[in-house]
T-cell receptor
């Protein structure tokens, strides 16, 4: 059974640019959540999507956005990149929006220079 | 505000030396408490979910327990391959109007098992 797939694995972007990250959940899972991981702040919740609708959002600026497609695949976008956006971005897949077990992908390592 | 505090931040053990990791939490109603293992450069690997005080779950050398204010991850006779960062997270049962609230994570315990 395939796990959660995130692409790309690594990205280097310049300050001011925008970036789109992709996440394919486990087959049959309909909920996708996104997290940012940094050495200083640890893992922080960005947002959660279920059935193409954003159900919850963490405390991040509007530059961070996402969407979910009918096949449950999800993308997140960060506009006007700042140096502080450098982080590991993790996607988690759950069976439903009332999840009890969330399975993470390997993450996308974003470096902003 | 939901909070999760893990201790110790780092722990170095000899192979076979059992110990426990602590996760203290403050949450407005607990839907679930999660333990994950994370290896360097990889995403967190799911270990356990605990739902109510008194619950215990085991997997190989790991055993997780839950009280109303904290959870423990007990590691029995660890091996070098158990070296990793162990993360604790809580999911509140808050009234978000539908959908799961995001997990609130602790900073983790970095565990090193020396041969």
């Amino acid at each position: 059974k395939a796990g959660v797939t995130q692409t790309p694995r690594y990205l280097i972007k310049t300050r001011g640019q925008q970036v789109t990250l992709s996440c394919s959940p486990i087959s049959g899972h309909r909920s996708v959540s996104w997290y940012q991981q940094t050495p200083g702040q640890g893992l922080q919740f960005l947002f959660e999507y279920f059935s193409e609708t954003q159900r919850n959002k963490g405390n991040f600026p509007g530059r961070f956005s996402g969407r979910q497609f009918s096949n449950s695949r999800s993308e997140m976008n960060v506009s006007t990149l700042e140096l502080g956006d450098s982080a590991l971005y993790l996607c988690a897949s759950s069976l439903t929006d009332y999840y009890t077990e969330a399975f993470f992908g390997q993450g996308t390592r974003l470096t902003v220079v | 505000e939901d909070q999760v505090t893990q201790s110790p931040e780092a722990l170095r053990l000899q192979e076979g030396e059992s110990s426990s990791l602590n996760c203290s939490y403050t949450v407005s109603g607990l839907r679930g408490l999660f333990w994950y293992r994370q290896d360097p450069g990889k995403g967190p690997e799911f270990l356990f979910t605990l739902y109510s005080a008194g619950e215990e779950k085991e997997k190989e050398r790991l055993k997780a327990t839950l009280t109303k204010k904290e959870s423990f991850l007990h590691i029995t006779a660890p091996k070098p391959e158990d070296s990793a960062t162990y993360l604790c997270a809580v999911q509140p049962s808050g009234d978000s109007g539908g959908g799961a609230d995001g997990l609130t994570f602790g900073k983790g315990t970095h565990l090193i098992i020396q041969p």
